[in-house]
């Protein structure tokens, strides 16, 4: 039974290895992206074009840091002392 899981774990780190970029080649698809928009290098509106997708970029990690989809957004609340003693 042992050998048949190890196929299914190297595909699993694989897979995991495969999803992940490096900053340079995140910078390179934004830059991409923005000049597939008409944007030219070296002005202001390539930079801004730069600026806003790395902003939502940003805002989409912390929605989904935040957000339980089982129960919504976390909340911290605490618990008082006097609940946790016998």
Known sequence: MMPRIWPV???AALVAGCTTMTPEERRAADEAKCRSYGFTK???AFAEC???????????LRYRAD????YGPSIYRPVPLYLLRP
């Open 67 to 70: 957000f339980n989809s089982w």
């Open 50 to 60: 730069l600026q806003r997708l790395d902003l939502d970029r940003r805002a989409d």
């Open 42 to 44: 070296r002005n202001d």
């Open 9 to 11: 774990v190297a595909l």
